[in-house]
């Protein structure tokens, strides 16, 4: 009878350190948007051939019980899509949930499950337009969860870890992908067939190893506290379209987006950002009709567009996008477009994001 009593007391005590433990750590919400990391395949196999956005948050969360030990999660199912179908709505929907929830007490720290193909672009919007200096931690995944040597479960992990450590903070938006933490300015999916696929052409933060949060470099552009961009301030995103430059280019992608509705176009220029000289009176037109020019350059590994070289941007009136991919010089574009800037504005604008 004595050591039942002496168990059930000893069972209490353990519910309780459990509890008071639980209770000291951090909280971290988990918010799920589909992609591969809840993609599944038809066996382990198919590491490739998948549906993409199947697994729901609260399963994700269950795979990986050692989740528990970083930090106190939850979850929610704010979208289930493959990220190449995100619009401008659905950013600025979780926009304003990541918002939401920055500004509660009882959260310290968000991640973001997202598909990998635009989560480049969705990192840095979050960047931009929420005002907060805790961890907020986009995640993907290349293989699907029922795959061999699935890399998402550990993504996911490295993911919480880096949301739910006080030494992320004040770093802005970040991705998190095979075990490296970039910042979500400029990281970028550059290989899309291996779980080594996302890059920053001025490299990683740092790494996430065995839970652990270890920092190289901190990110010196304007973020989130300090961005002129607050996502409560937004109703909406003015359209921004992109078009390539190539070989043998015309002005027709340009003039059919303008036609459309576009209120800048992005050139996803050859080289440093440059035009075809059967393109420039197209582009000169179109900014005489209001039209902003931003040219960026569709280099993989990284652009870098300096302003008046190859195309005389002061004469033409037209924006450089700097180093900004032509993706998330589209992201950027659009907000400085929401807030009435003019060519001027938006230059100053993007030598600071
Ligand atoms: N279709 C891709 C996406 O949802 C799958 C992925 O890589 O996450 O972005």
């Known amino acids: 009878m004595k050591l039942a009593r002496t168990l059930a ?155 739910a450590d006080k030494s992320a903070r004040g770093k802005g938006v970040l991705a998190v992908m095979n075990d490296e933490i970039f910042t979500g300015r400029d990281v970028t999916k550059a290989v899309n067939i291996r779980t080594e696929a996302f890059k920053s052409p001025w490299g990683a933060l740092g790494m996430v190893v065995e839970g652990r949060t270890y920092w190289f470099r901190a990110p010196v552009k304007r973020h989130t506290l300090n961005s002129e961009f607050g996502i409560d301030a937004i109703k909406a995103l003015p359209p921004v379209g992109i078009a390539y430059g190539h070989g043998n280019a015309g002005d027709a992608a340009y003039r059919a987006l303008a036609a459309q509705g576009a209120k800048a176009l992005v050139h996803a220029g050859t080289g440093n950002g440059s035009v075809a000289r059967q393109v420039v009176p197209a582009l000169r037109e179109l900014r005489a009709q209001g039209v902003q020019i931003v040219r960026s350059a569709r280099v993989a590994g990284g652009g870098f567009v300096l302003r008046n070289a190859e195309q005389p941007d002061d004469e033409y009136d037209w924006v450089v996008a700097h180093d900004l991919n032509p993706q998330k010089a589209r992201i950027l574009a659009a907000l400085a477009l929401a807030r009435g800037a003019d060519a001027r504005e938006m230059q100053r604008i993007f030598l600071e994001y």
């Open 9 to 163: 007391a000893a069972m209490a005590g353990l519910a309780l350190a459990c509890a008071v433990h639980a209770q000291s750590l951090p909280k971290v919400v988990i918010l799920a948007t589909g992609g591969t990391i809840a993609g599944a395949g038809a066996t382990a196999a198919n590491s490739a051939t998948y549906q993409a956005a199947k697994v729901p948050v609260d399963k994700l969360i269950a795979g990986i019980p050692e989740i528990g030990k970083l930090a106190a999660v939850r979850g929610e199912q704010v979208f289930q899509i493959a990220s190449e179908s995100f619009t401008d709505e659905h950013l600025l929907q979780l926009g304003r949930r990541v918002a939401a929830l920055a500004k509660q007490d009882d959260v310290d720290g968000i991640v973001v499950t997202h598909g990998t193909d635009t989560l480049e672009e969705t990192a840095f919007f979050l960047n931009l337009v929420v005002p907060t200096d805790k961890p907020v931690v986009v995640v993907g995944s290349m293989r699907p969860g029922t795959a061999l040597s699935a890399d998402g479960a550990l993504n996911l992990y490295n993911a919480v870890a880096t949301a």
